[in-house]
């Protein structure tokens, strides 16, 4: 497999817990998407295995709120520690930016500056062109720089 598995399940960890927002619950979808992923073999021979790999974990999570039906958020803002207090004030500016933006929006902010993925990958995942990946990405910093302002924080 040409995928590294450890890389690549630390970031779909991430994308899931972005999702529902509870530990526990984003490990337990991640493991389900790697077991749904290996058990899938046909498709893997076909190329487009990171693009797989995210749609199991995206649809792991629609599962997960479909059979539980509760939209409960949880502030993690707590885990900060001592150290990080000095980055609190910028972490809370940027995730409140972040939460202005759609969902959408967020899951390609996601992808692309947490996860490292490249512009290809995204585009594959989302079925889009890489030049309309490239519009979206500039309409999302715009977004993103406009909010900031409005919290005084970016020039």
Do not use: P, W
């Amino acid at each position: 497999m040409s995928l590294e598995l450890k890389e690549q399940y630390e970031k779909v960890y991430a994308f899931c817990y972005f999702k529902v927002h509870n530990v526990l619950v984003a490990e337990d979808i991640t493991q389900e998407t790697f077991l749904k992923y290996f058990e899938t073999t046909q498709y893997l021979e076909k190329g487009k295995k990171l693009a797989f790999l995210y749609t199991i974990a995206r649809n792991c999570c629609i599962d997960y709120f479909r059979k539980n039906k509760h939209t409960e958020i949880l502030d993690d803002l707590s885990e900060l520690t001592v150290e990080q207090s000095e980055d609190s004030i910028t972490v809370i500016a940027v995730r409140s930016a972040v939460s202005k933006l759609s969902s959408k929006e967020q899951e390609i902010v996601l992808l692309r500056y947490t996860n490292e993925l490249g512009i290809g990958e995204i585009a594959e995942y989302l079925d889009i062109s890489r030049f309309a990946l490239y519009r979206k990405l500039n309409e999302i910093k715009r977004k993103l720089k406009q909010n900031l302002r409005k919290e005084d924080f970016y020039g």
